[in-house]
């Protein structure tokens, strides 16, 4: 079945690294991602990962991916105050051999930053 | 360049009406997706549009309609509204060419959809 899994909440302090888990169901997924989404607002690409690597940086982030066990993560350096948001990752769905725009999500993480 | 574009940003429909709903895709793209938020479903794929052709669409009734114009823009279309069918409704576009290496969909702000 499909289902995307994330831990609702995370509390970290300013300052301190997130890192925000998620485990999905498909092993044939290509690309996995990483969304953030702000009150109000929608969502916002941060980085991806595609399934042949094992992990991939990107300036504060830094993202694992474990196939064997079909868990990825996401770590943010040196979290900020503009950090908090509310995190989704996301698999592209296997349908068509791959080759669609369909994406299921996790039921994201809110992370609050406390000073 | 412009992002995805979403209008109206707000609309507020009694059950029973029904509503449309737009979307600009970022210039060149080709691909457009539409996805649903609630609190309780979370975010549920609709379906998707690449030259005017719908190529994949997810578990919702036939209510959910959809189309994509020859300049890539798209509009849903929910007929008979519920008030479950209260949402916030987002659009994505990727540029639906050149795959694999094409592949990151960039969404707009959303349409907040409010059913009485």
């Not at chain 2, 995805?4 to 997706?33: A, D, E, F, N």
């Amino acid at each position: 079945g499909e289902d995307v899994e994330q831990s609702l909440f995370l509390s970290v302090r300013e300052g301190d690294s997130s890192v925000i888990n998620c485990t999905y169901t498909d092993s044939s997924s290509t690309y996995l991602y990483w969304y953030k989404q702000e009150p109000g607002a929608g969502l916002q690409l941060l980085t991806y990962i595609f399934s042949n690597m094992d992990m991939k940086q990107d300036q504060r982030l830094t993202v694992l991916l474990n196939k064997k066990d079909k868990h990825l993560s996401l770590r943010i350096a040196d979290t900020q105050t503009g950090d908090s948001a509310i995190y989704f990752c996301a698999e592209r769905s296997p349908d068509y051999g791959g080759a669609t725009n369909k994406l299921i999500f996790g039921t994201g993480t809110l992370l609050a930053i406390q000073p | 360049k412009a992002g995805v574009t979403q209008t109206p940003r707000y609309l507020i429909k009694t059950r029973g009406q029904q509503v449309t709903l737009s979307c600009s895709p970022i210039s060149g793209h080709r691909s457009v997706s539409w996805y649903q938020q609630t609190p309780g479903q979370g975010l549920q794929f609709l379906f998707e549009y690449f030259s005017e052709t719908q190529r994949n669409k997810g578990n919702f009734p036939g209510r959910f309609s959809g189309r994509q114009f020859s300049n890539s823009r798209s509009e849903m279309n929910v007929s008979t509204l519920e008030l479950g069918d209260s949402a916030l409704y987002l659009c994505a576009s990727r540029p639906g060419t050149g795959e694999p290496l094409r592949h990151e969909q960039y969404f707009g702000p959303g349409t907040r959809l409010t059913v009485t």
